[in-house]
């Protein structure tokens, strides 16, 4: 699966670092980052391949902004 970070849409409440540290952490800029993801140079968004989708889906419900995404 492919887990999609939509960065500029962050708000940088930082719920999703605290609930999935594994994936997520956030930067200096107060936005999230998705620990070693490629940036998609068509869309800007940050990817990453997982297998385990574990803390991932609570993300997904909790982001204020609706900007992760699993597919
Ligand atoms: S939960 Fe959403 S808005 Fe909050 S820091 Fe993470 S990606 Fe940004």
Redesign the pocket.
């Known amino acids: 699966m492919k887990l999609i970070?939509e960065k500029e849409k962050?708000?940088?409440?930082?719920?999703?670092?605290v609930l999935c540290p594994k994936y997520?952490e956030?930067e200096k800029d107060g936005?999230?980052h998705l620990k070693n993801s490629k940036v998609n140079p068509d869309t800007k968004n940050e990817e990453l391949e997982i297998e385990e989708t574990d803390c991932v889906e609570e993300?997904v419900r909790?982001?204020?902004?609706r900007?992760?995404h699993l597919r």
């Open positions: 970070l962050c708000i940088g409440c930082g719920s999703c670092q997520f956030l936005k999230a993300t909790v982001c204020p902004v900007c992760i």
